[in-house]
T-cell receptor, first 109, second 113 residues
């Protein structure tokens, strides 16, 4: 079983829509979780950490469900500039970081 | 503020040739450093990480090696490249601690021909 699994998409949504991505992880003892954004042929950029109580940054909301071992990212009021690949990352411990293969999002005018 | 540099940005090398990719971090001290490879259409694979000078952990057995001769310098090397070494090589840094994310450099796109 993979450490982290993501639906690759693609997700094609109109501007202004709300879209959600999920990511499941296999190690129930995992400590830290993150969402990254990666534009085509660029490096991943840290979007936000995911906290147990859920956290919000503007139009972006991240949530963690430890019982079901998944994290989610919700994007409200999608903008054209949100088009990218979104990567979930799980840090079981120490310096082990497992990246999902990414979910592709295209926001359509 | 902290910045991370990688070079070269792109590289085309023949099979069997050596490789040296460099990564430097500015604006912080004693960072944890990482080398990842991203093959086309695949996730990031952790290759090496380092918690200090000359302290390297290898995650994947292969023909690559890493060195950290200075606190903020991380080098990825190979004596003889294979076709399968092609990919997008990314260096990252982070401060030590739980819940601390990684910050990536701009990457090196390597094509082995």
């Amino acid at each position: 079983r993979k450490e982290v699994e993501q639906d690759p998409g693609p997700f094609n949504v109109p501007e202004g829509a709300t879209v959600a991505f999920n990511c499941t992880y296999s190690n129930s003892a995992s400590q830290s979780f993150f969402w990254y954004r990666q534009d085509c042929r660029k490096e991943p950029k840290l979007l936000m950490s995911v906290y147990s109580s859920g956290n919000e940054d503007g139009r972006f909301t991240a949530q963690l469900n430890r019982a079901s071992q998944y994290i989610s990212l919700l994007i409200r009021d999608s903008k054209l500039s949100d088009s990218a690949t979104y990567l979930c990352v799980v840090n079981p411990s120490g310096n082990q970081f497992y990246f999902g293969t990414g979910t592709s999002l295209t926001v359509i005018p | 503020s902290q910045t991370i540099h990688q070079w070269p940005a792109t590289l085309v090398q023949p099979v069997g040739s050596p490789l040296s990719l460099e990564c430097t971090v500015e604006g912080t001290s004693n960072p944890n450093l990482y080398w990842y490879r991203q093959a086309a259409g695949r996730g990031l694979q952790l290759l090496f990480y380092s918690i200090g000078i000359d302290q390297i952990s290898s995650e994947v057995p292969q023909n690559l090696s890493a060195s950290r001769p200075q606190d903020r310098q991380f080098i990825l090397s190979s004596k003889k490249l294979l076709l399968s070494d092609s990919g997008f090589y990314l260096c990252a840094w982070r401060r030590d601690g739980i819940g601390v994310g990684q910050y990536f450099g701009p990457g090196t796109r390597l094509t082995v021909t």
